[in-house]
């Protein structure tokens, strides 16, 4: 018998369409491998901020709820503002120096509130302004590498292992970061412990400045001299809210977030002040109970292959909007208190670690490369104005209700999302759909920057 050599490629690579040997997996893939990297040490310094910041304003300056709640307004208010604008931005150019400008800013924003409160200068003002400016820079950074990764991950197979990555990474630090966070912020104080966030940021760019795929420049549309920004919008508004898939979960989207950090605002206020919890407490609670994030993240590629993935994003959803019921229901001493706060956020995160999966997968999937910016602005958009209102509304009616009774009425309102989640026809879906052609950009003549 004789043997060829033109067969079948190694099985670490493949060849992909332009001929050329693509990795089987994306362990292979050296760039996405160092982007991974730096998120993952960038999402571990965010878990201190996360904490720090409300901290400091309720343990320095004896913030008030509705204080607690506008700032987490504010962190999440740009998202309104400025996604779908910064969305047609990121569709216009390269995505990479955009992330790069914004991890840098960042990195400035958050270290100078320890340098602020050394020199005595930090005032919850200045708190507040500093959050919201980072807010602006984080917009600009999950609208550009949401658009980047498939960049770097350019078959469209490999969707769901790089969003199981980097939801295995997300949800590594929402376990080892809330602990961690809490002991750093009770031994240095919650100003001070902000400064490894912004170490965190710096690795974060520098290994951005590592990776070498080349990413070409968007072309302009071939029907138009010019670019417009009205016209782009609108192009990017139409398509996702025009799609049977995309329409559907933009449309949840805004009542998850407005429910997780209505609820996350409230529980902090009770947890500190009703229940006694200290802030190494707390952070103990969502360490243990983001385990659920972890381990629906790494079980996610596999439930995607082994279920229907409409009954796979019904019983996640579900598993989210449900689980915030146990914490106002909780009663009894301290360690009972303790086990029903750590069930409840399990149970969410482990429904949220296998949906995020599924829903990122699917908007990728459903996206050409064209509209990937816009169609991740319009998604943060829908979701970061959810968050923002439920944090907002979570101080206000913690204030006039108290952390508890408010507690329960968000939480109520969460479990009611429970039927437009089954009529959804995502809830149908057999399998992950394929990328579909770039749509023809129509006329606007009035579409004018």
Same mark, same amino acid.
């Given at each position: 018998?004789?043997?060829?050599?033109?067969?079948?490629?190694?099985?670490?690579?493949?060849?992909?369409?332009?001929?050329?040997?693509?990795?089987?997996?994306?362990?292979?893939?050296?760039?996405?491998?160092?982007?991974?990297?730096?998120?993952?040490?960038?999402?571990?310094?965010?878990?201190?901020?996360?904490?720090?910041?409300?901290?400091?304003?309720?343990?320095?300056?004896?913030?008030?709820?509705?204080?607690?709640?506008?700032?987490?307004?504010?962190?999440?208010?740009?998202?309104?503002?400025?996604?779908?604008?910064?969305?047609?931005?990121?569709?216009?150019?390269?995505?990479?120096?955009?992330?790069?400008?914004?991890?840098?800013?960042?990195? @400035?924003?958050? $270290?100078? *509130?320890?340098? /602020? %409160? &050394?020199?005595?200068? !930090?005032? +919850?003002?200045?708190?507040?302004?500093?959050?919201?400016?980072?807010?602006?820079?984080?917009?600009?950074?999950?609208?550009?590498?949401?658009?980047?990764?498939?960049?770097?991950?350019?078959?469209?197979?490999?969707?769901?292992?790089?969003?199981?990555?980097?939801?295995?990474?997300?949800?590594?630090?929402?376990?080892?970061?809330?602990? @961690?966070?809490? $002991?750093? *912020?009770?031994? /240095? %104080? &919650?100003?001070?412990? !902000?400064? +490894?966030?912004?170490?965190?940021?710096?690795?974060?760019?520098?290994?951005?400045?590592?990776?070498?795929?080349?990413?070409?420049?968007?072309?302009?549309?071939?029907?138009?001299?010019?670019?417009?920004?009205?016209?782009?919008?609108?192009?990017?508004?139409?398509?996702?809210?025009?799609?049977?898939?995309?329409?559907?979960?933009?449309?949840?989207?805004?009542?998850?977030?407005?429910?997780?950090?209505?609820?996350?605002?409230?529980? +902090?206020?009770?947890?500190?002040?009703?229940?006694?919890?200290?802030?190494?407490?707390?952070?103990?609670?969502?360490?243990?109970?983001?385990?659920?994030?972890?381990?629906?993240?790494?079980?996610?590629?596999?439930?995607?292959?082994?279920?229907?993935?409409?009954?796979?994003?019904?019983?996640?959803?579900?598993?989210?909007?449900?689980?915030?019921?146990?914490?106002?229901?909780?009663?009894?001493?301290?360690?009972?208190?303790?086990?029903?706060?750590?069930?409840?956020?399990?149970?969410?995160?482990?429904?949220?670690?296998?949906?995020?999966?599924?829903?990122?997968?699917?908007?990728?999937?459903?996206?050409?490369?064209?509209?990937?910016?816009?169609?991740?602005?319009?998604?943060?958009?829908?979701?970061?104005?959810?968050?923002?209102?439920?944090?907002?509304?979570?101080?206000?009616?913690?204030?006039?209700?108290?952390?508890?009774?408010?507690?329960?009425?968000?939480?109520?309102?969460?479990?009611?999302?429970?039927?437009?989640?089954?009529?959804?026809?995502?809830?149908?879906?057999?399998?992950?759909?394929?990328?579909?052609?770039?749509?023809?950009?129509?006329?606007?003549?009035?579409?004018?920057?």
């Amino acid at each position: 018998m004789t043997s060829t050599v033109t067969a079948v490629p190694a099985a670490e690579e493949r060849r992909g369409p332009d001929g050329a040997s693509r990795p089987a997996s994306l362990w292979g893939n050296r760039d996405f491998l160092k982007f991974w990297s730096g998120e993952t040490l960038s999402l571990f310094g965010t878990q201190v901020t996360t904490l720090a910041i409300p901290l400091t304003a309720v343990l320095v300056f004896k913030a008030t709820p509705a204080q607690v709640g506008l700032l987490r307004f504010l962190q999440l208010v740009p998202y309104l503002g400025l996604a779908m604008v910064f969305g047609v931005w990121v569709d216009r150019g390269r995505r990479k120096p955009v992330m790069m400008l914004a991890n840098g800013a960042r990195m @400035v924003l958050i $270290a100078s *509130i320890p340098v /602020l %409160s &050394a020199t005595h200068r !930090l005032t +919850l003002g200045l708190l507040l302004g500093i959050a919201c400016a980072v807010g602006v820079f984080s917009v600009l950074f999950d609208v550009s590498w949401m658009a980047f990764v498939p960049t770097l991950v350019k078959e469209p197979e490999h969707y769901v292992e790089a969003n199981q990555k980097l939801g295995v990474t997300s949800s590594s630090a929402d376990v080892a970061g809330p602990g @961690v966070a809490g $002991a750093v *912020i009770s031994a /240095l %104080s &919650a100003p001070t412990a !902000l400064a +490894l966030d912004g170490v965190s940021y710096l690795i974060s760019l520098l290994t951005l400045l590592w990776i070498r795929t080349p990413e070409p420049r968007p072309a302009a549309p071939a029907q138009q001299a010019e670019r417009h920004l009205t016209a782009e919008l609108r192009q990017g508004l139409r398509f996702v809210f025009g799609d049977r898939i995309l329409r559907p979960l933009a449309l949840i989207a805004p009542f998850c977030n407005f429910s997780m950090v209505g609820v996350w605002t409230m529980f +902090l206020l009770y947890a500190t002040r009703g229940a006694g919890l200290s802030p190494a407490q707390v952070g103990i609670v969502f360490a243990a109970s983001s385990v659920g994030g972890l381990i629906g993240a790494a079980l996610s590629r596999r439930l995607i292959a082994r279920f229907r993935l409409g009954a796979l994003y019904a019983v996640s959803m579900i598993a989210v909007f449900v689980a915030p019921l146990l914490i106002p229901l909780a009663s009894g001493p301290r360690p009972v208190l303790l086990t029903a706060f750590i069930a409840s956020f399990f149970l969410a995160y482990l429904g949220l670690g296998v949906a995020n999966v599924v829903v990122i997968s699917l908007r990728q999937a459903s996206t050409p490369q064209p509209l990937m910016g816009r169609m991740n602005a319009a998604f943060r958009t829908v979701l970061f104005g959810g968050g923002a209102l439920g944090g907002l509304a979570g101080g206000l009616i913690a204030g006039a209700m108290g952390p508890r009774a408010g507690l329960a009425a968000v939480a109520t309102g969460s479990a009611l999302m429970v039927l437009p989640v089954l009529l959804s026809p995502v809830t149908r879906l057999p399998a992950m759909p394929g990328m579909p052609a770039m749509p023809a950009m129509p006329a606007d003549p009035e579409g004018r920057e």
